[in-house]
């Protein structure tokens, strides 16, 4: 018999398996100093474009003055126990009452993270006899809910309004046969490739189909919308979401997430979220710090106004330049550039070393083969001569991998590779 762990050290797993070729440099480098438009890295001053810090909260003054006040007062023990049972207090009252608001919903219920909510609220929204219909591209999180339901389950098209409808069609046959109802799900903002989810025209499909639609707003939460409320203000359509979810990971700079919805709906989920009931509460301090950030979101449209200039100013300047940026339609900035694995790290590297740009990298499986993305992440602490080292280093490595120079730097390692 085999043991257990035989299978650990025969197979790293897809990624575990570049560990000595890309441990502490591509995959879990250590970037220090105070999160910023420029941090360290290893030693050197990087401009960063790889933090989802959109509005520039994370190190703001009165920011930290208001987490290191809560930590002083509260300790990070506190709540102890779960919400239901001894984890409850004004704070998260008021704060959930004040994201409803945000939102423009009538409810709102507090998740200690992000992930595990999602997973727990699919779970709670669906019995078996219940159908999930979900974009083929939708975040881990979504497809860990999703491997939960004990009923069917369609994926659609990346973002494809025929394939949406036709899984709605075969979604409304297998309901008529189960006797349940129809959950579709979607990202506000998908956030590799930084499309908008196509909310406005699911919505327009309620009236031919019967479903409830939940969205994954991470990174529209703060960035879209007049008032800052998300990917279904900005498409007009926040009214008609009926679970809307956002993670105060990304433009609230913090830990934490949150799901608003019907006061109703929000009343069953607070019973039912498995991930909330059998789990500590969110910590006082980071319900004490997202009062402080919201209220920033409310009171400071600056932010995200200077978000959006830099997001433009950047994305603007790269298409100047010939830059393949996709199909985005958010901050988040993908730039698509042709060559294998040992090129994108060859080119990573100088972008680094030489040029002080420090940004993620995504290469095959998660892409086409031959594709690399470079991800940047704009925020309003970024600057206009961040945009524009950042624009001439992108020029000279766009230069340097079509002159094959990556390609020769890379040979020994793209033959140790296989490529
Ligand atoms: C689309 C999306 N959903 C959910 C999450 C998870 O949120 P959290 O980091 O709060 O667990 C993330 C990442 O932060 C995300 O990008």
Same mark, same amino acid.
Request: aromatic content about 8%; proline content about 2%; overall charge negative.
């Given at each position: ?48 474009w790889s933090i989802n810090d959109y509005l520039g909260l994370a190190n703001m003054e009165e920011v930290r003055k208001v987490d290191a006040e809560a930590a ?106 189960t006797g349940g109802g129809i959950l579709l799900i979607s990202e506000g903002v998908f956030g590799m490739r930084g ?12 009236? =031919? ?94 932010? =995200? ?32 550039? =042709? ?9 990573? =590297? ?70």
């Amino acid at each position: 018999m085999r043991d257990l762990f035989d299978k650990i050290y025969e197979d790293k797993g897809p990624l575990g398996k570049w560990a000595d070729q890309a441990e502490g440099y591509f995959v879990f480098p250590k970037l220090e100093g105070p999160i910023s438009n420029r941090m360290k890295f290893q030693g050197r001053e990087v401009v960063t474009w790889s933090i989802n810090d959109y509005l520039g909260l994370a190190n703001m003054e009165e920011v930290r003055k208001v987490d290191a006040e809560a930590a002083a007062a509260y300790g990070s023990a506190y709540p102890m126990g779960a919400r239901m049972m001894s984890g409850h207090t004004d704070l998260h009252e008021q704060l959930q009452n004040e994201l409803a608001e945000f939102v423009h919903k009538e409810a709102a219920y507090l998740l200690n993270f992000g992930y595990q909510g999602m997973v727990s609220t699919i779970d709670a929204l669906v019995s078996k006899d219940d159908i999930i219909v979900y974009d083929v591209d939708a975040h881990a999180c979504i497809i860990d809910g999703v491997r939960l339901h004990q009923g069917q389950r369609y994926t659609y098209r990346h973002n494809d309004i025929e394939s949406i409808e036709k899984n709605l069609m075969r979604a409304t046959r297998m309901a008529q046969k189960t006797g349940g109802g129809i959950l579709l799900i979607s990202e506000g903002v998908f956030g590799m490739r930084g499309e908008q989810g196509r909310l406005k025209e699911i919505v327009a499909l309620k009236e =031919k189909y019967n479903f409830r639609l939940f969205v994954d707003d991470a990174h529209g939460f703060g960035t879209l919308g007049a008032t800052g409320a998300g990917a279904g203000e900005e498409q007009g359509v926040q009214g008609e979401i009926d679970v809307y979810f956002a993670t105060f990971a990304k433009s609230m700079a913090s830990t934490g997430a949150f799901i608003a919805a019907d006061q109703e709906i929000i009343d069953y989920l607070k019973y039912n979220l498995r991930s909330q009931m059998f789990a500590k509460s969110l910590q006082m301090q980071l319900v004490v710090g997202a009062l402080k950030r919201l209220d920033m979101l409310r009171t400071m449209p600056e932010l =995200k106004a200077k978000l959006w200039e830099n997001v433009n100013a950047l994305q603007n300047g790269l298409r100047d330049r010939g830059f393949d940026l996709g199909t985005t339609q958010s901050c988040v900035t993908p730039v698509y550039l =042709k060559g294998s694995i040992p090129e994108a790290m060859a080119l990573v =590297k100088d972008l680094r070393e030489n040029h002080g740009i420090f940004c993620s990298i995504v290469v095959y499986p998660v892409i086409p083969k031959g594709l690399i993305l470079l991800r940047l992440i704009p925020t309003a602490s970024h600057t206009m001569q961040d945009i524009e080292e950042t624009l001439n280093a992108f020029s000279a490595i766009r230069e340097t991998l079509e002159n094959g120079t990556y390609k020769r730097m890379s040979a020994a390692l793209a033959e140790a590779m296989g490529e």
